[in-house]
C-alpha cells in the first residue's frame, strides 16, 4: 500500500476540520474517499464540497471497499460501537476523543482491540501530544532533570464557552447525548496530559462538580479535583467553561525543582540540590532552597495540530511508524475524568480503578434528574473549531 483512503464519518464541528485537512492535500500519504453523515443537507453540501461519496449509513460505508480507515467524529455514545465495526470489517480507526463516555465502555473496546484487532492501527486525536512545549516537558521529566515528582497543578479555566457553542448541537451538553460537560467535552486533552507527561498513576480523586453553574444546560460546567498518585505525589486539576478571562497555568514540582509552562513559556526553577536532602541535613531552621531561573527553549514554529496525528496514523499504516496517539491511552484519560465526575457530584472520593458499574449506575441516575433540563434552542450555526486549537498550555 502506497495511500491510505479514508472515510470521515460524520461532518460535525470536528468532522469538517479533518475534511479540510484533506483538500488542502495537508496529509501525504492519505486520500479523502469518502464520507459518512446522516444530516441529508450536510450529505448533500460535501458530496459537492468534496467531490466524494456520501453515505447516509454507517454500515454501508464499510461495506463500500472504498476505504482503508476511519475516522470518526460523531457524538461520544457511538464511538465505540463505530469502532468496533470498522475493525470487524478489518479497517484502521482513528478516533476522536474521547473514545468513550464510560470507563466500561473504553475497557470493552481496549479489550477487544488487544485480543482480536491488534494487527490494525488504532488511534485517538490527541493532539496535545504535538505540543513543542508540552513534549519538552515530557522530555526532561523522563530524563529525570526533576527527580521524584512531588506535585503537579493545573489551572486550566481558558474553556471559556457561550450559550451559543452549547446550542451548536441538540446532543451537546446534555447527559443522554454527550454524556457530560468540561470533563468528557473540552478536558480529555487536559486529563491526557497528565498522565502522558508525568507518568504517574492516579489512585483516588477527591472533587467538586457544579451542573448548569453558569449555563443552562444539563452536565457539569465546573470542576476542582484533587488527585492522590500512587507514588505519594499530589495533583490539583481546577477547570471551567464559564470563567473568563481564563487562566493556563500549569505547574509540575519535583525534588529539583519545578516547571512552570505559562503564557508560552516554559520556565524551570531549579535548585542547586536536592530539596530532599536539603530538608534532611540543612543545620538551618529557615533557608531559601538556592534557585537558578532557567527559561527552557522549545520549537516556537509550531504548535499542536490535529494535521500531526493525522499524519502520524498514516505513517504507521504505510511504514510501520510509532503512533503518537494510540487509541487503548483513551481510556487511562477517560477514566481520570470519570472519576473526578463521580467524586465531583457525589463528594466521596473515588478509588482507582474505576467501578465500571457505578460510574453506569451514576450515567443513569444523572439522565433522570437532569435530562431536558438544557434549556437552549439547537442552533445550526457551525462552530469554527481552529478557534479552540492551541488555546491551552502552549498560548
Given at each position: 500500500?502506497?495511500?491510505?483512503?479514508?472515510?470521515?464519518?460524520?461532518?460535525?464541528?470536528?468532522?469538517?476540520?479533518?475534511?479540510?485537512?484533506?483538500?488542502?492535500?495537508?496529509?501525504?500519504?492519505?486520500?479523502?474517499?469518502?464520507?459518512?453523515?446522516?444530516d441529508a443537507d450536510k450529505r448533500d453540501r460535501f458530496a459537492?464540497?468534496?467531490?466524494?461519496?456520501?453515505?447516509?449509513?454507517?454500515?454501508?460505508?464499510?461495506?463500500?471497499?472504498?476505504?482503508?480507515?476511519?475516522?470518526?467524529?460523531?457524538?461520544?455514545?457511538?464511538?465505540?460501537?463505530?469502532?468496533?465495526?470498522?475493525?470487524?470489517?478489518?479497517?484502521?480507526?482513528?478516533?476522536?476523543?474521547?473514545?468513550?463516555?464510560?470507563?466500561?465502555?473504553?475497557?470493552?473496546?481496549?479489550?477487544?482491540?488487544?485480543?482480536?484487532?491488534?494487527?490494525?492501527?488504532?488511534?485517538?486525536?490527541?493532539?496535545?501530544?504535538?505540543?513543542?512545549?508540552?513534549?519538552?516537558?515530557?522530555?526532561?521529566?523522563?530524563?529525570?532533570?526533576?527527580?521524584?515528582?512531588?506535585?503537579?497543578?493545573?489551572?486550566?479555566?481558558?474553556?471559556?464557552?457561550?450559550?451559543?457553542?452549547?446550542?451548536?448541537?441538540?446532543?451537546?451538553?446534555?447527559?443522554?447525548?454527550?454524556?457530560?460537560?468540561?470533563?468528557?467535552?473540552?478536558?480529555?486533552?487536559?486529563?491526557?496530559?497528565?498522565?502522558?507527561?508525568?507518568?504517574?498513576?492516579?489512585?483516588?480523586?477527591?472533587?467538586?462538580?457544579?451542573?448548569?453553574?453558569?449555563?443552562?444546560?444539563?452536565?457539569?460546567?465546573?470542576?476542582?479535583?484533587?488527585?492522590?498518585?500512587?507514588?505519594?505525589?499530589?495533583?490539583?486539576?481546577?477547570?471551567?467553561?464559564?470563567?473568563?478571562?481564563?487562566?493556563?497555568?500549569?505547574?509540575?514540582?519535583?525534588?529539583?525543582?519545578?516547571?512552570?509552562?505559562?503564557?508560552?513559556?516554559?520556565?524551570?526553577?531549579?535548585?542547586?540540590?536536592?530539596?530532599?536532602?536539603?530538608?534532611?541535613?540543612?543545620?538551618?531552621?529557615?533557608?531559601?532552597?538556592?534557585?537558578?531561573?532557567?527559561?527552557?527553549?522549545?520549537?516556537?514554529?509550531?504548535?499542536?495540530?490535529?494535521?500531526?496525528?493525522?499524519?502520524?496514523?498514516?505513517?504507521?499504516?504505510?511504514?510501520?511508524?510509532?503512533?503518537?496517539?494510540?487509541?487503548?491511552?483513551?481510556?487511562?484519560?477517560?477514566?481520570?475524568?470519570?472519576?473526578?465526575?463521580?467524586?465531583?457530584?457525589?463528594?466521596?472520593?473515588?478509588?482507582?480503578?474505576?467501578?465500571?458499574?457505578?460510574?453506569?449506575?451514576?450515567?443513569?441516575?444523572?439522565?433522570?434528574?437532569?435530562?431536558?433540563?438544557?434549556?437552549?434552542?439547537?442552533?445550526?450555526?457551525?462552530?469554527?473549531?481552529?478557534?479552540?486549537?492551541?488555546?491551552?498550555?502552549?498560548?
Open positions: 500500500m502506497d495511500n491510505v483512503r479514508f472515510g470521515i464519518v460524520g461532518v460535525g464541528n470536528m468532522g469538517t476540520n479533518h475534511v479540510q485537512s484533506f483538500l488542502d492535500n495537508a496529509i501525504p500519504g492519505a486520500t479523502l474517499t469518502a464520507i459518512c453523515e446522516t459537492k464540497k468534496a467531490n466524494v461519496p456520501v453515505f447516509a449509513e454507517y454500515s454501508q460505508l464499510l461495506a463500500s471497499g472504498l476505504v482503508d480507515a476511519v475516522l470518526i467524529a460523531v457524538p461520544h455514545y457511538q464511538h465505540v460501537p463505530m469502532a468496533l465495526q470498522a475493525f470487524e470489517k478489518g479497517l484502521h480507526v482513528l478516533c476522536e476523543k474521547p473514545i468513550s463516555v464510560t470507563v466500561g465502555e473504553a475497557r470493552r473496546l481496549n479489550d477487544a482491540y488487544t485480543s482480536r484487532f491488534s494487527h490494525l492501527r488504532f488511534g485517538i486525536m490527541f493532539q496535545l501530544r504535538t505540543s513543542p512545549l508540552l513534549a519538552k516537558i515530557r522530555e526532561l521529566i523522563q530524563q529525570n532533570e526533576l527527580g521524584e515528582l512531588t506535585r503537579m497543578t493545573w489551572i486550566a479555566t481558558d474553556w471559556f464557552r457561550t450559550y451559543t457553542y452549547y446550542a451548536s448541537g441538540g446532543w451537546r451538553a446534555t447527559w443522554a447525548g454527550e454524556g457530560g460537560g468540561v470533563l468528557i467535552n473540552q478536558c480529555p486533552h487536559n486529563l491526557d496530559m497528565i498522565g502522558w507527561l508525568t507518568g504517574l498513576t492516579p489512585q483516588r480523586v477527591t472533587a467538586v462538580a457544579a451542573i448548569a453553574k453558569k449555563h443552562p444546560i444539563e452536565v457539569e460546567d465546573e470542576v476542582s479535583a484533587i488527585i492522590e498518585f500512587t507514588s505519594g505525589a499530589i495533583g490539583h486539576f481546577i477547570t471551567t467553561t464559564g470563567e473568563a478571562p481564563g487562566t493556563n497555568r500549569l505547574e509540575i514540582a519535583g525534588d529539583r525543582g519545578k516547571l512552570v509552562a505559562e503564557a508560552g513559556k516554559l520556565l524551570f526553577r531549579r535548585t542547586r540540590q536536592s530539596v530532599d536532602e536539603t530538608n534532611r541535613t540543612s543545620p538551618r531552621s529557615f533557608i531559601n532552597v538556592e534557585t537558578w531561573d532557567i527559561e527552557i527553549p522549545f520549537d516556537h514554529s509550531r504548535t499542536e495540530s490535529p494535521r500531526i496525528i493525522l499524519q502520524n496514523f498514516t505513517n504507521s499504516i504505510l511504514r510501520n511508524e510509532p503512533l503518537l496517539s494510540p487509541g487503548v491511552d483513551g481510556l487511562k484519560a477517560l477514566e481520570l475524568g470519570n472519576a473526578m465526575l463521580m467524586a465531583g457530584v457525589t463528594r466521596q472520593p473515588v478509588d482507582f480503578p474505576v467501578d465500571a458499574e457505578a460510574y453506569e449506575a451514576l450515567i443513569k441516575d444523572l439522565t433522570k434528574r437532569y435530562g431536558g433540563k438544557k434549556q437552549l434552542q439547537t442552533s445550526t450555526a457551525t462552530v469554527d473549531m481552529s478557534e479552540s486549537f492551541g488555546n491551552k498550555a502552549t498560548k
